[in-house]
């Protein structure tokens, strides 16, 4: 039976283009600087982003925490939302590794309170610990993926730079914002001075991340990279296919959107708990099955024998999240299969 997979939009399939990209792709020893796809990939990235330098690593996660052991001091602390990836979903590499503390604050559709987080910033003192990171994530919440304007990443860039604190963006999303606000990545980013952006979601590629900043911080973000076990050899293979995810899958990302909008939709016409449609900004549909008689463990179990799989993140919530390998129909394959479910 085929299974429809919206549990997250890293279960995607490389595209015939990246599996032939992959295959072609000219290689070389990258810890040397000799790989010519990845430094293609690297050179496109800082482009199209409009930075001095970007950097290819691993996994989403590797770049947050590069990010943060690049950007900061042992024991200091990072301002952050208490819903973002770094804070929940990083195996607790923010003590681990980087050895800093974590400031979670709360949001508000996914942007701080500004005179919350101006007192949040510490004040110099021998007992206190020093503010030595804000971080942001745009898309916010990957169980809601909010989109945060323009205005307010740059708000929150004056506010960083007036108290000498430095700002990274976990972009992980960041294609899905600038799709949303219709304007450019690297005017959406353009006050924000150090990010990551995931090749892995929406995009589809098989593997990797790129942080973007300024040539110093790449500079020490590639020796952090090593260190950590980071460096790879022949990436270029991957790096082939990452660059064909860039050119050739940022734009379809409108239609994972869109899909997104017909799924929510078609759920609040069943019953209108089970989704906040303000809330269905971009790909990702947070599912609340409080108000009705199953639960979302229940939920899941029956769309699986259905041939529809979904995340539980929750008792009462599960995630869905469209992308390339979820077609239109399959959008209404799902709606009709959950009509029956809630009907019975
Ligand atoms: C917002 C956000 N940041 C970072 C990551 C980490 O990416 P990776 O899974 O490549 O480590 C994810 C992954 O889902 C994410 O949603």
Request: charged fraction near 25%.
């Amino acid at each position: 039976m085929k299974v429809i997979d919206f549990r997250s939009d890293t279960v995607t399939q490389p595209t015939e283009n990246m599996r032939l990209a992959m295959f072609n792709a000219e290689v070389g020893d990258d810890i040397l600087g000799e790989d010519q796809s990845v430094i293609r990939l690297e050179e496109y990235s800082a482009k199209l982003f409009d930075k001095e330098a970007a950097l290819f690593v691993l996994s989403g996660t590797m770049a947050n925490q590069i990010a943060v052991m690049t950007l900061t001091n042992r024991g200091e602390e990072v301002i952050l939302s208490k819903n973002s990836h770094l804070f929940n979903l990083e195996g607790g590499a923010l003590a681990a590794l980087s050895q800093v503390q974590a400031h979670p604050l709360n949001t508000k559709q996914g942007q701080f309170d500004l005179d919350e987080l101006i007192s949040c910033i510490r004040k110099k003192g021998v007992q206190n610990p020093k503010t030595g990171l804000i971080a942001l994530e745009n898309t916010y919440d990957l169980n809601r993926g909010l989109v945060l304007s323009k205005e307010y990443l740059d708000e929150v860039a004056l506010l960083a730079n007036d108290n000498g604190v430095s700002l990274y963006l976990d972009g992980a999303r960041i294609f899905s914002a600038s799709i949303e606000l219709n304007i450019s990545v690297a005017t959406l980013v353009e006050n924000i001075d150090t990010m990551q952006f995931c090749l892995t979601k929406g995009l589809a590629a098989p593997m990797g991340s790129i942080l973007l900043g300024s040539k110093e911080f790449i500079e020490k973000a590639r020796w952090i990279r090593q260190r950590l076990g980071g460096g790879m050899r022949q990436a270029g293979h991957m790096a082939a296919a990452a660059l064909i995810a860039l050119l050739e899958m940022r734009e379809r990302i409108k239609e994972d959107h869109l899909n997104a909008k017909i799924l929510a939709q078609g759920l609040y016409k069943i019953d209108s708990s089970l989704v906040d449609l303000n809330q269905v900004q971009t790909n990702i549909i947070k599912v609340c099955l409080k108000k009705t008689s199953i639960d979302a463990r229940e939920f899941a179990r029956q769309l699986l024998g259905l041939g529809i799989r979904v995340k539980v993140i929750g008792e009462h919530n599960c995630r869905m999240i469209t992308h390339v390998d979820t077609s239109k129909d399959d959008i209404h394959f799902a709606i009709k299969q959950i009509k029956i479910i809630m009907e019975q």
